[in-house]
């Protein structure tokens, strides 16, 4: 993709929130820091919208917690048309990992998430925002 250079007028505090957000995250120069803020924003616009999106939902859970396992894959099956694959890692001998990758409107994919993540027995839980264009 052709790339363009512009110049940037900021406020001296401003430019140094920019820096520390920059030194923060990792990021090598000025420009991939405000490339990642616009990408950011127009991804939580999307969201917000309800707008076809994609998504990871991480949960750590208890095997062991009564009916947990049963349940969350029941969750699953009512939404299966948004899943569009699931992950299962045996963390250690109680805890699992499981990343599921999730894709359709966002309302229903945070839907999802809630329910599976406010589950008993689950330690963590996260989605992770993203979109498809
Ligand atoms: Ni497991």
């Not at 095997?63 to 009916?67: F, I, S």
């Not at 589950?119 to 330690?123: A, D, H, I, Q, S």
């Given at each position: 993709m052709l790339v363009k250079r512009f110049g940037v007028s900021l406020e001296d505090d401003l430019l140094k929130k920019l820096d520390s957000f920059a030194k923060k995250n990792k990021f090598p120069n000025r420009s991939q820091a405000i490339r990642f803020l616009i990408t950011q924003t127009e991804v939580e616009e999307k969201w917000e919208k309800n707008k076809d999106v994609a998504g990871v939902i991480v949960i750590v859970f208890d095997?062991?917690?009564?009916?947990l396992t049963a349940k969350s894959q029941a969750i699953q099956h009512n939404y299966h048309d948004l899943i569009l694959s699931v992950q299962h890692v045996h963390l250690d001998h109680c805890n699992c990992l499981e990343t599921i990758a999730v894709k359709g409107k966002a309302q229903k994919l945070q839907q999802l998430a809630d329910k599976l993540i406010s589950?008993?027995?689950?330690?963590h839980g996260k989605l992770v925002m993203s979109a498809t264009k």
């Open positions: 095997h062991h917690k009564r009916e589950l008993k027995g689950v330690r």
